[in-house]
């Protein structure tokens, strides 16, 4: 069974940073695309970064450029975010997600993409104070 389990996240206060971490478990190394989605109360679920297992590359909403950074530790199937520089536009329960086969991360922030995930963590709460 395909797992994702988030860590990290907690209240922080505008101008901190916060680490999350999601560890994967239960599928081989094969093509896929992995990291992070997020929502907040009344506002629909957005992609905020991912990263793509075949050649590295890296996907940033534009709200979240030059401040969030995705890792992928491939020796611990483990993929981080690190969020520098949060403002309270950045709270929001955040999901690591991933989906396989052919992907483009581009996609990853469009309408809706989060109707491609096959797979989900149970979601981390951040919250930024003013």
């Known amino acids: 069974e395909v797992q994702l389990v988030e860590s990290g996240g907690g209240s922080v206060q505008a101008g901190g940073s916060l680490r999350l971490s999601c560890a994967a478990s239960g599928f081989t190394w094969a093509g896929y695309a992995i990291g992070w989605f997020r929502q907040a109360p009344g506002k629909e679920r957005e992609g905020v970064s991912c990263?793509?297992?075949?050649?590295?590359?890296?996907y940033y909403a534009e709200s979240v450029k030059g401040r969030f950074t995705i890792s992928f530790d491939n020796a611990k199937k483990m993929v981080s975010l690190q969020m520098n520089s949060l403002n309270p536009e950045d709270t929001a329960v955040y999901y690591c997600?991933?989906?396989?086969?052919?992907?483009?991360?581009?996609?990853?922030?469009?309408?809706?993409?989060?109707?491609?995930?096959?797979?989900w963590g149970k979601g981390i709460l951040v919250t930024v104070s003013s």
């Open positions: 990263s793509s297992s075949s050649d590295g590359s890296t």
């Open positions: 997600a991933v989906a396989f086969g052919h992907y483009s991360i581009t996609a990853w922030g469009h309408t809706n993409s989060y109707q491609e995930m096959d797979y």
